[in-house]
């Protein structure tokens, strides 16, 4: 990664393609960034995004395929957290995901964890394939 942040916790492990399994680790992280006194605002913004990520990645990315695993990379350091996730799926075009803002889109349930990320993330990438998202928070000042 090139960014020596003096991680206070890094956890990289890969799960099976179950959503209990990801709840598990979003338990972790939670504890993680307890202990590093993140704030409350900031722990929901960061929760709501690990679990997006990590769902939309069992769901859609491995259509919750036994056979397929999902990489879980998650650090928390005292400025910033990174979560990093790539499951074994085809991959997908965020900028193609329909913006669930728009009143056409309303009803359609898929595009809000997208939007959900980037509203709650400071910098969030994926891949050229699409399978694999890198979100960072950075502390609120």
Known sequence: MGDDNNWLWSNQETIPSDTA????????????????EWATHDCFGIHLAAEEAIVNA???????D????????????????????????????PDAVPDP??????DVPSGRGVMLIKAYMSEVSYNEKGNSVRMVKNRSQ
């Open 66 to 93: 036994p056979n397929k695993s999902v990489e879980v990379d998650m650090r928390v350091g005292k400025e910033r957290v990174l979560i990093h996730i790539t499951d074994q799926g085809p991959g997908f075009t």
């Open 58 to 64: 069992i769901k859609h990315g491995n259509k919750q």
């Open 101 to 106: 803002t728009l009143d056409e889109n309303l």
């Open 21 to 36: 399994e990801g709840q598990r680790l979003i338990k972790e992280l939670l504890t993680q960034l307890d202990r590093a």
